[in-house]
């Protein structure tokens, strides 16, 4: 059974750095795409970023470029995003998701994770 | 970016009756080389993680009842639970991914009249 169960959220100060992560069970995190997925409290559905699974190309939404870093570890099945210089509006659950198709850039996701809430308040 | 509006925001439909949304896009999302249409919809409850529903616009994802069904193509698209159940109470959301970012709708509220 596919699993991705994230962890890390939690409150950090404006300006401040978290650094999430995503385990994945029940398949090879090598052989997909990976990506995160936000959504803000009352708010709907952003995606964040991206990660190839071969070449390791990666992307990222305008409003967090240069402040987040996504990266994997294959050998744990882990996903990781590090989030730094963090602003209020960051303040969100934040999913990690995996890709249904293999292509070089993000598609449509067909696992979840239940989500981990990252709060930025002072 | 592509810019993807839904409407409605929210609906009440009584059980056992149909359920429709709309999704439109700001662009195009039928890639000609494929005759494909880039375009997912989603269902997410509170406290849960988003479910896909169907993807390519009309494909339904494996496990998902046959009550939803996507359609259209190029800009406008549906989705419609013909038979509303009481399981069906969530938000939903379309998705493009024919370019990068992937963008969503702003989500409609599917609730019980």
């Known amino acids: 059974e596919v699993q991705l169960v994230e962890s890390g959220g939690g409150l950090v100060k404006p300006g401040g750095s978290l650094r999430l992560s995503c385990a994945a069970s029940?398949?090879?995190?090598?052989?997909?795409?990976m990506n995160w997925v936000r959504q803000a409290p009352g708010k709907g559905l952003e995606w964040v970023s991206y990660?190839?699974?071969?070449?390791?190309?990666?992307s990222y939404a305008d409003s967090v470029k240069g402040r987040f870093t996504i990266s994997r570890d294959n050998a744990k099945n882990s996903l990781f995003l590090q989030m730094n210089s963090l602003r209020a509006e960051d303040t969100a659950v934040y999913y990690c998701?995996?890709?249904?198709?293999?292509?070089?850039?993000?598609?449509?996701?067909?696992?979840w994770g239940q989500g981990t809430l990252v709060t930025v308040s002072s | 970016d592509i810019v993807m509006t839904q409407s409605p925001d929210s609906l009440a439909v009584s059980l056992g009756e149909r359920a429709t949304i709309n999704c439109k896009s700001s662009q195009s999302l039928l890639y000609s080389s494929n005759n494909k249409n880039y375009l997912s919809w989603y269902q997410l409850k509170p406290g849960q993680p988003p479910k896909l529903l169907t993807y390519w616009a009309s494909t339904r994802e494996s496990g998902v009842p046959d009550r939803f069904s996507g359609s259209g193509s190029g800009t406008d698209f549906t989705l419609t639970i013909s038979s509303l159940q009481a399981e069906d109470v969530a938000v939903y959301y379309c998705q493009q991914y024919y370019i990068t970012p992937p963008t969503f709708g702003q989500g409609t509220k599917v609730e019980i009249k």
């Open positions: 998701a995996r890709d249904l198709f293999v292509r070089q850039w993000p598609t449509t996701f067909d696992y």
């Open positions: 029940g398949f090879s995190l090598s052989s997909y795409n």
């Open positions: 990660m190839s699974s071969g070449d390791g190309i990666m």
